[in-house]
């Protein structure tokens, strides 16, 4: 059972690779105590309700581990281009977001043109479109990335 609560709407399907699939377990292991426990379980929640799939089996326009990808938050039209990092390897200013962030853990798995409404924290929530993946490890041969 999730202590994460959720979002009321309907989500969309999101596809995860077996390696990122691994990887984020151990994150979500890692992390499932201490002040990230609820980032964690929002993950681990994401990843229960993930379709699965081969590295080179996973579409070109999913956001995958290390993607680079431009979203927009719906509500304010403000565009974002971030890459999507492990915590170890967030670095705000360079566009580097954990996957424990919510935008991170929002935006894993999503192909081109969904959109999800996620929470934010402190009560709030946002409604993310996935407008384009700039770059893709599997897609770019980096299966080892």
């Known amino acids: ?72 938050n719906l509500q304010t039209g403000r565009r974002r281009e971030l890459e999507l990092v492990y915590p170890n390897e967030a670095d705000p200013s360079a566009g580097k977001v954990s996957i424990l962030a919510p935008a991170g853990v929002a935006l894993l798995g999503l192909r081109v043109g969904s959109t999800i409404s996620w929470p934010m924290g402190g009560g709030r929530s946002a409604r993310l479109k996935l407008i384009e993946v700039l770059y893709q490890p599997e897609l770019a041969g980096e299966l080892d990335r």
Do not use: C, K, W
Request: aromatic letters at 6%.
């Open 1 to 72: 059972m999730h202590a994460f609560e959720a979002p009321n709407s309907e989500l969309p399907e999101i596809h995860v690779t077996e390696q990122d699939l691994r990887r984020l377990r151990a994150v979500v292991d890692q992390y499932a105590h201490g002040e990230l426990a609820e980032s964690a379980d929002a993950l681990d929640f994401e990843l229960e309700r993930a379709r699965i799939v081969a590295q080179r089996e996973v579409p070109s326009d999913v956001v995958t581990m290390r993607s680079r990808a431009v979203f927009e």
